[in-house]
Protein backbone atom coordinates (compact mmCIF):
# COMPACT_ATOMS: atom_id res chain seq x y z
CA UNK A 1 0.00 0.00 0.00
CA UNK A 2 3.02 2.23 0.80
CA UNK A 3 5.24 1.80 -2.28
CA UNK A 4 7.76 4.06 -1.08
CA UNK A 5 8.36 2.41 1.89
CA UNK A 6 11.33 -0.29 2.38
CA UNK A 7 9.32 -3.34 3.15
CA UNK A 8 12.06 -5.12 4.75
CA UNK A 9 13.24 -2.56 7.49
CA UNK A 10 9.39 -2.59 8.14
CA UNK A 11 9.78 -6.37 8.59
CA UNK A 12 13.06 -6.46 10.87
CA UNK A 13 11.13 -3.43 12.98
CA UNK A 14 8.53 -5.52 13.39
CA UNK A 15 9.84 -8.66 14.48
CA UNK A 16 11.71 -6.48 16.91
CA UNK A 17 9.16 -4.47 18.45
CA UNK A 18 7.81 -5.91 21.97
CA UNK A 19 10.19 -8.90 22.25
CA UNK A 20 7.11 -10.89 19.28
CA UNK A 21 8.54 -12.30 15.91
CA UNK A 22 4.64 -11.50 14.88
CA UNK A 23 4.65 -9.19 11.71
CA UNK A 24 0.82 -8.15 10.69
CA UNK A 25 -0.37 -4.59 9.55
CA UNK A 26 2.84 -4.25 8.35
CA UNK A 27 2.97 -0.19 6.30
CA UNK A 28 -0.63 1.02 6.92
CA UNK A 29 -0.43 1.54 10.74
CA UNK A 30 1.47 4.49 10.95
CA UNK A 31 -1.41 6.70 8.88
CA UNK A 32 -4.10 5.13 11.66
CA UNK A 33 -6.65 7.92 12.34
CA UNK A 34 -5.72 8.86 16.04
CA UNK A 35 -8.24 8.35 18.84
CA UNK A 36 -10.47 6.19 20.79
CA UNK A 37 -13.05 3.30 19.00
CA UNK A 38 -14.98 0.50 20.22
CA UNK A 39 -15.31 -2.84 18.10
CA UNK A 40 -17.42 -5.45 18.90
CA UNK A 41 -16.91 -9.28 19.01
CA UNK A 42 -19.79 -11.52 18.94
CA UNK A 43 -18.41 -14.96 19.72
CA UNK A 44 -20.78 -18.24 20.80
CA UNK A 45 -19.12 -18.69 23.90
CA UNK A 46 -22.31 -21.19 25.06
CA UNK A 47 -24.59 -23.40 22.93
CA UNK A 48 -23.52 -25.50 20.35
CA UNK A 49 -20.25 -23.85 18.90
CA UNK A 50 -19.34 -22.76 22.69
CA UNK A 51 -15.34 -24.47 22.05
CA UNK A 52 -15.26 -22.56 18.43
CA UNK A 53 -16.37 -19.34 19.90
CA UNK A 54 -13.58 -19.19 22.47
CA UNK A 55 -11.17 -20.03 19.73
CA UNK A 56 -12.39 -17.39 17.44
CA UNK A 57 -12.24 -14.61 20.92
CA UNK A 58 -8.24 -15.95 21.06
CA UNK A 59 -7.88 -14.98 17.49
CA UNK A 60 -9.82 -11.01 17.65
CA UNK A 61 -7.55 -10.68 20.67
CA UNK A 62 -4.17 -11.73 19.27
CA UNK A 63 -5.06 -9.48 16.03
CA UNK A 64 -5.47 -6.47 18.53
CA UNK A 65 -2.40 -7.53 20.41
CA UNK A 66 -0.33 -7.23 17.39
CA UNK A 67 -1.83 -3.94 15.93
CA UNK A 68 -1.52 -2.13 19.25
CA UNK A 69 2.04 -2.95 18.95
CA UNK A 70 2.41 -1.16 15.72
CA UNK A 71 -0.17 1.33 15.90
CA UNK A 72 0.33 4.85 17.61
CA UNK A 73 -2.23 6.65 18.36
CA UNK A 74 -5.49 4.82 18.07
CA UNK A 75 -6.88 2.75 20.83
CA UNK A 76 -8.70 -0.12 20.67
CA UNK A 77 -11.27 -0.73 22.91
CA UNK A 78 -12.36 -4.69 22.34
CA UNK A 79 -15.75 -5.98 23.79
CA UNK A 80 -17.19 -9.36 23.60
CA UNK A 81 -20.28 -10.70 23.93
CA UNK A 82 -22.05 -13.92 24.11
CA UNK A 83 -24.31 -14.79 20.84
CA UNK A 84 -25.10 -18.15 22.61
CA UNK A 85 -25.46 -19.81 18.81
CA UNK A 86 -28.87 -18.38 18.65
CA UNK A 87 -30.06 -15.53 16.95
CA UNK A 88 -32.72 -13.16 19.09
CA UNK A 89 -29.78 -13.48 21.60
CA UNK A 90 -26.86 -12.25 19.40
CA UNK A 91 -29.21 -9.28 17.81
CA UNK A 92 -29.78 -8.60 21.67
CA UNK A 93 -26.44 -8.05 22.73
CA UNK A 94 -25.70 -6.39 19.49
CA UNK A 95 -28.02 -3.95 20.14
CA UNK A 96 -27.38 -3.20 23.66
CA UNK A 97 -23.53 -2.99 22.60
CA UNK A 98 -24.45 -0.49 20.14
CA UNK A 99 -26.00 1.46 22.39
CA UNK A 100 -23.80 1.69 25.44
CA UNK A 101 -20.11 1.59 23.90
CA UNK A 102 -20.74 2.95 20.36
CA UNK A 103 -19.14 0.42 19.01
CA UNK A 104 -18.36 1.13 15.00
CA UNK A 105 -17.63 -2.20 14.10
CA UNK A 106 -19.02 -6.07 14.78
CA UNK A 107 -16.53 -8.88 14.36
CA UNK A 108 -18.76 -12.29 14.22
CA UNK A 109 -20.85 -13.90 15.07
CA UNK A 110 -20.63 -17.87 13.59
CA UNK A 111 -23.26 -19.70 12.22
CA UNK A 112 -25.19 -18.53 9.35
CA UNK A 113 -28.49 -17.79 10.44
CA UNK A 114 -27.41 -15.98 13.54
CA UNK A 115 -25.02 -13.69 11.29
CA UNK A 116 -27.51 -12.92 8.89
CA UNK A 117 -29.66 -11.20 11.88
CA UNK A 118 -26.77 -9.87 12.73
CA UNK A 119 -26.24 -8.31 9.35
CA UNK A 120 -29.95 -6.84 8.96
CA UNK A 121 -28.88 -5.11 12.38
CA UNK A 122 -26.05 -4.00 11.19
CA UNK A 123 -27.96 -2.38 8.50
CA UNK A 124 -30.32 -0.89 10.03
CA UNK A 125 -27.71 0.47 13.00
CA UNK A 126 -25.73 1.91 10.27
CA UNK A 127 -22.62 -0.54 11.66
CA UNK A 128 -19.71 -2.33 10.00
CA UNK A 129 -20.16 -6.49 10.41
CA UNK A 130 -17.52 -8.25 9.42
CA UNK A 131 -17.91 -12.02 9.54
CA UNK A 132 -16.73 -15.42 7.89
CA UNK A 133 -19.32 -17.60 6.54
CA UNK A 134 -21.94 -17.88 4.35
CA UNK A 135 -23.98 -16.14 2.20
CA UNK A 136 -25.22 -12.84 3.86
CA UNK A 137 -27.87 -10.35 2.52
CA UNK A 138 -25.66 -7.62 0.38
CA UNK A 139 -25.64 -4.22 2.09
CA UNK A 140 -22.72 -1.49 2.34
CA UNK A 141 -21.84 -2.21 5.83
CA UNK A 142 -21.60 -5.86 5.37
CA UNK A 143 -17.96 -7.57 4.80
CA UNK A 144 -17.25 -11.41 4.09
CA UNK A 145 -13.67 -12.66 5.23
CA UNK A 146 -14.35 -16.14 4.34
CA UNK A 147 -13.86 -17.25 0.51
CA UNK A 148 -17.71 -17.67 -0.92
CA UNK A 149 -18.72 -21.13 -0.82
CA UNK A 150 -18.72 -22.23 -4.22
CA UNK A 151 -14.84 -21.69 -4.28
CA UNK A 152 -14.16 -24.42 -1.67
CA UNK A 153 -16.71 -27.08 -2.96
CA UNK A 154 -15.05 -26.00 -6.29
CA UNK A 155 -11.40 -26.83 -4.84
CA UNK A 156 -12.58 -29.66 -3.13
CA UNK A 157 -14.63 -31.37 -5.57
CA UNK A 158 -12.01 -31.11 -8.57
CA UNK A 159 -9.43 -31.89 -6.27
CA UNK A 160 -10.79 -35.41 -5.49
CA UNK A 161 -12.04 -35.59 -9.18
CA UNK A 162 -8.72 -35.20 -10.35
CA UNK A 163 -7.11 -37.23 -7.99
CA UNK A 164 -9.60 -40.40 -8.31
CA UNK A 165 -10.92 -40.03 -12.02
CA UNK A 166 -12.39 -43.34 -11.83
CA UNK A 167 -14.22 -42.04 -9.24
CA UNK A 168 -17.59 -41.52 -10.45
CA UNK A 169 -20.75 -42.31 -7.87
CA UNK A 170 -21.00 -39.81 -4.90
CA UNK A 171 -23.15 -39.70 -1.68
CA UNK A 172 -24.22 -36.51 0.22
CA UNK A 173 -24.64 -36.99 4.12
CA UNK A 174 -25.41 -33.64 4.72
CA UNK A 175 -26.77 -31.21 8.21
CA UNK A 176 -30.12 -30.05 7.62
CA UNK A 177 -29.93 -26.08 8.09
CA UNK A 178 -28.22 -23.51 5.69
CA UNK A 179 -24.91 -24.28 5.72
CA UNK A 180 -25.76 -28.05 4.28
CA UNK A 181 -28.24 -27.21 2.12
CA UNK A 182 -25.97 -24.37 0.02
CA UNK A 183 -23.24 -27.23 -0.19
CA UNK A 184 -25.12 -29.23 -1.55
CA UNK A 185 -26.44 -26.87 -4.30
CA UNK A 186 -23.21 -26.48 -5.45
CA UNK A 187 -22.17 -29.87 -5.47
CA UNK A 188 -25.10 -30.98 -7.54
CA UNK A 189 -23.86 -28.03 -9.83
CA UNK A 190 -20.16 -29.48 -10.06
CA UNK A 191 -20.92 -33.10 -10.18
CA UNK A 192 -22.80 -31.90 -13.62
CA UNK A 193 -19.52 -30.13 -14.69
CA UNK A 194 -17.65 -32.96 -13.99
CA UNK A 195 -19.42 -35.76 -15.18
CA UNK A 196 -20.46 -37.36 -11.26
CA UNK A 197 -23.50 -39.41 -9.92
CA UNK A 198 -24.65 -38.16 -7.20
CA UNK A 199 -26.07 -41.61 -6.03
CA UNK A 200 -27.48 -40.97 -2.47
CA UNK A 201 -28.28 -38.23 -0.53
CA UNK A 202 -29.67 -37.82 3.29
CA UNK A 203 -30.07 -35.06 5.62
CA UNK A 204 -29.45 -34.97 9.62
CA UNK A 205 -30.53 -32.55 12.54
CA UNK A 206 -27.54 -30.15 14.01
CA UNK A 207 -25.57 -32.08 16.54
CA UNK A 208 -26.92 -35.44 15.50
CA UNK A 209 -25.37 -38.04 17.89
CA UNK A 210 -25.80 -40.87 16.22
CA UNK A 211 -24.93 -41.41 12.54
CA UNK A 212 -25.16 -45.19 12.22
CA UNK A 213 -28.13 -45.61 10.75
CA UNK A 214 -27.45 -42.79 7.56
CA UNK A 215 -23.47 -45.00 7.45
CA UNK A 216 -25.87 -48.15 6.26
CA UNK A 217 -27.76 -46.52 3.88
CA UNK A 218 -24.38 -45.10 2.94
CA UNK A 219 -22.92 -48.39 3.08
CA UNK A 220 -25.91 -49.80 0.62
CA UNK A 221 -25.27 -47.11 -2.02
CA UNK A 222 -21.52 -48.07 -2.70
CA UNK A 223 -20.40 -44.88 -3.90
CA UNK A 224 -16.66 -44.14 -4.43
CA UNK A 225 -16.74 -40.59 -3.04
CA UNK A 226 -18.79 -39.86 0.25
CA UNK A 227 -19.61 -35.79 0.81
CA UNK A 228 -19.87 -34.63 4.53
CA UNK A 229 -21.68 -31.72 4.57
CA UNK A 230 -21.37 -30.37 8.04
CA UNK A 231 -19.06 -29.01 10.77
CA UNK A 232 -17.58 -29.28 13.97
CA UNK A 233 -18.57 -32.17 16.35
CA UNK A 234 -20.84 -33.18 13.65
CA UNK A 235 -18.07 -33.86 11.35
CA UNK A 236 -16.02 -35.59 13.79
CA UNK A 237 -18.79 -37.98 14.29
CA UNK A 238 -20.05 -38.69 10.93
CA UNK A 239 -16.02 -39.42 10.21
CA UNK A 240 -15.83 -41.65 13.29
CA UNK A 241 -18.78 -43.40 12.50
CA UNK A 242 -18.20 -44.06 8.87
CA UNK A 243 -14.72 -45.75 10.02
CA UNK A 244 -16.07 -47.86 12.53
CA UNK A 245 -18.34 -49.50 9.21
CA UNK A 246 -15.14 -49.43 6.95
CA UNK A 247 -16.72 -47.11 5.02
CA UNK A 248 -13.52 -44.83 4.97
CA UNK A 249 -11.59 -48.34 3.55
CA UNK A 250 -13.90 -48.22 0.84
CA UNK A 251 -14.48 -44.83 -1.01
CA UNK A 252 -13.09 -41.27 -0.51
CA UNK A 253 -14.16 -39.25 2.40
CA UNK A 254 -14.34 -35.55 0.91
CA UNK A 255 -15.66 -32.76 3.92
CA UNK A 256 -15.72 -29.55 1.35
CA UNK A 257 -15.80 -26.86 4.37
CA UNK A 258 -14.35 -27.80 7.62
CA UNK A 259 -12.20 -26.13 10.38
CA UNK A 260 -9.17 -27.57 9.44
CA UNK A 261 -6.79 -29.00 11.93
CA UNK A 262 -9.47 -29.26 14.59
CA UNK A 263 -11.40 -31.68 12.28
CA UNK A 264 -8.20 -33.83 12.12
CA UNK A 265 -6.90 -33.39 16.19
CA UNK A 266 -10.60 -34.87 17.09
CA UNK A 267 -9.78 -37.93 15.79
CA UNK A 268 -7.04 -40.70 15.51
CA UNK A 269 -4.77 -40.48 12.08
CA UNK A 270 -5.74 -44.28 11.70
CA UNK A 271 -9.55 -42.57 11.23
CA UNK A 272 -8.74 -39.45 8.96
CA UNK A 273 -5.89 -40.54 6.94
CA UNK A 274 -6.39 -40.03 3.30
CA UNK A 275 -9.81 -37.83 4.25
CA UNK A 276 -9.53 -34.64 2.39
CA UNK A 277 -10.80 -31.13 4.17
CA UNK A 278 -11.12 -27.85 2.75
CA UNK A 279 -10.60 -25.26 5.24
CA UNK A 280 -10.46 -21.24 5.15
CA UNK A 281 -7.82 -21.25 6.87
CA UNK A 282 -5.09 -24.04 7.97
CA UNK A 283 -2.06 -23.40 10.40
CA UNK A 284 0.71 -24.68 8.29
CA UNK A 285 -0.35 -21.68 5.67
CA UNK A 286 3.27 -20.51 4.14
CA UNK A 287 3.23 -16.76 4.91
CA UNK A 288 5.65 -14.65 7.79
CA UNK A 289 1.86 -13.70 9.26
CA UNK A 290 0.52 -17.11 9.09
CA UNK A 291 3.71 -18.60 10.70
CA UNK A 292 3.82 -15.76 13.38
CA UNK A 293 0.36 -16.06 14.65
CA UNK A 294 0.30 -20.07 14.76
CA UNK A 295 3.37 -20.25 16.74
CA UNK A 296 2.55 -17.59 19.04
CA UNK A 297 -0.85 -19.43 19.49
CA UNK A 298 0.30 -23.16 20.23
CA UNK A 299 2.88 -21.32 22.59
CA UNK A 300 0.25 -20.23 24.17
CA UNK A 301 -2.32 -22.66 24.24
CA UNK A 302 -1.06 -25.71 23.49
CA UNK A 303 -3.04 -26.06 20.57
CA UNK A 304 -2.87 -25.13 16.94
CA UNK A 305 -5.12 -22.93 15.64
CA UNK A 306 -8.10 -24.14 13.41
CA UNK A 307 -10.69 -21.91 11.52
CA UNK A 308 -12.28 -20.73 14.22
CA UNK A 309 -9.00 -18.94 15.25
CA UNK A 310 -8.16 -18.16 12.28
CA UNK A 311 -11.45 -16.39 11.55
CA UNK A 312 -11.42 -14.55 14.69
CA UNK A 313 -7.88 -13.03 13.58
CA UNK A 314 -8.79 -12.69 10.21
CA UNK A 315 -11.81 -10.98 10.16
CA UNK A 316 -10.39 -8.54 13.14
CA UNK A 317 -7.27 -7.97 10.83
CA UNK A 318 -9.75 -6.53 7.75
CA UNK A 319 -11.77 -3.89 10.24
CA UNK A 320 -8.48 -3.01 12.21
CA UNK A 321 -6.27 -2.58 8.10
CA UNK A 322 -9.28 -0.57 7.16
CA UNK A 323 -9.35 2.15 10.43
CA UNK A 324 -5.47 1.91 9.81
CA UNK A 325 -6.66 3.90 6.06
CA UNK A 326 -9.69 5.56 6.92
CA UNK A 327 -10.04 8.75 7.46
CA UNK A 328 -11.92 9.11 10.18
CA UNK A 329 -13.55 6.95 12.71
CA UNK A 330 -16.97 6.56 11.79
CA UNK A 331 -18.66 3.88 10.66
CA UNK A 332 -19.35 4.89 6.94
CA UNK A 333 -15.31 6.19 7.00
CA UNK A 334 -14.43 2.55 7.60
CA UNK A 335 -17.05 1.61 4.69
CA UNK A 336 -15.47 4.02 2.30
CA UNK A 337 -11.35 2.42 3.57
CA UNK A 338 -12.35 -0.68 3.20
CA UNK A 339 -14.14 -0.96 -0.58
CA UNK A 340 -11.50 -1.70 -2.70
CA UNK A 341 -8.91 -2.50 -0.43
CA UNK A 342 -6.24 -4.89 -1.01
CA UNK A 343 -3.03 -6.34 0.41
CA UNK A 344 -0.66 -9.56 0.62
CA UNK A 345 0.26 -8.83 3.97
CA UNK A 346 -2.56 -10.82 5.95
CA UNK A 347 -2.84 -14.30 8.07
CA UNK A 348 -3.84 -16.07 4.90
CA UNK A 349 -2.13 -13.77 1.96
CA UNK A 350 -3.26 -11.93 -0.46
CA UNK A 351 -6.29 -10.49 -0.07
CA UNK A 352 -8.51 -7.78 -1.75
CA UNK A 353 -12.06 -6.64 -0.78
CA UNK A 354 -14.60 -6.37 -3.97
CA UNK A 355 -15.59 -2.73 -3.64
CA UNK A 356 -19.24 -3.96 -5.71
CA UNK A 357 -19.80 -6.41 -3.10
CA UNK A 358 -17.97 -6.41 -0.07
CA UNK A 359 -16.56 -10.15 -0.49
CA UNK A 360 -13.18 -10.61 0.54
CA UNK A 361 -11.35 -12.72 -2.71
CA UNK A 362 -8.43 -14.68 -1.06
CA UNK A 363 -7.45 -18.50 -0.58
CA UNK A 364 -9.07 -21.21 0.10
CA UNK A 365 -6.74 -24.39 1.13
CA UNK A 366 -7.78 -28.16 0.74
CA UNK A 367 -5.72 -30.84 3.15
CA UNK A 368 -5.37 -34.27 3.25
CA UNK A 369 -5.14 -36.50 6.32
CA UNK A 370 -1.59 -38.37 6.75
CA UNK A 371 -0.96 -41.79 7.81
CA UNK A 372 -0.35 -42.43 10.85
CA UNK A 373 3.24 -43.41 10.14
CA UNK A 374 3.72 -39.79 8.72
CA UNK A 375 2.38 -38.32 11.43
CA UNK A 376 5.88 -36.35 13.37
CA UNK A 377 4.16 -34.29 16.14
CA UNK A 378 0.77 -34.21 17.60
CA UNK A 379 -0.47 -31.34 15.14
CA UNK A 380 1.01 -32.94 12.04
CA UNK A 381 -1.92 -34.76 10.89
CA UNK A 382 -2.20 -33.07 7.16
CA UNK A 383 -0.78 -31.22 4.89
CA UNK A 384 -2.18 -28.53 2.11
CA UNK A 385 -2.64 -30.22 -1.33
CA UNK A 386 -4.26 -27.74 -2.81
CA UNK A 387 -4.97 -24.05 -2.56
CA UNK A 388 -7.81 -22.32 -4.33
CA UNK A 389 -7.75 -18.25 -5.53
CA UNK A 390 -11.13 -17.70 -3.70
CA UNK A 391 -12.06 -15.79 -7.62
CA UNK A 392 -15.54 -16.96 -8.48
CA UNK A 393 -17.95 -15.88 -11.60
CA UNK A 394 -19.24 -12.58 -11.02
CA UNK A 395 -22.95 -13.72 -10.84
CA UNK A 396 -22.34 -16.16 -8.06
CA UNK A 397 -22.77 -13.65 -5.16
CA UNK A 398 -25.75 -11.75 -7.12
CA UNK A 399 -24.75 -8.36 -5.19
CA UNK A 400 -26.64 -5.96 -7.49
CA UNK A 401 -27.04 -3.07 -5.41
CA UNK A 402 -25.10 -2.90 -2.17
CA UNK A 403 -27.36 0.50 -1.16
CA UNK A 404 -26.46 3.53 0.39
CA UNK A 405 -24.24 4.72 3.47
Known amino acids: MFPNVNRRLLLQGAAALAGTSAMPFMGSIARAAQGEVSILGIVPL ?44 ATRRVSEAIEREN ?38 YNFQWAPPYHAGVEATMKYVAKKNPDAK ?14 LEELEKKFAEELGIEIVGSQRHVLGEREFSPYMGEIAAARPDVILVNNFGLDTAQSLRTAHSFG ?47 SERYIERFDEAPGYPAGSGYGTMQLILEGLAKAEGLTPA ?28 YRPFFVTE ?37
Open 169 to 182: RWYMLTSDYSFGWT
Open 103 to 140: VVAIAGPWADDVSAAVSELALREKRVHCFSGGPLPCHR
Open 369 to 405: GKAPNEVENKFDLARIVDTHSGDVPADVLGCKDMGAL
Open 46 to 89: TGPYAADGERIKRGQEMAIEDFNQRSTGLKINYISRDSAGDAGT
Open 247 to 293: LSQQAKILVPWGSGIEDYIRLDPSITQGVVIGSAFYYTIDNPIAKSF
Open 333 to 360: DLVTALEGWESNDTVVGPTRIGADNHQA
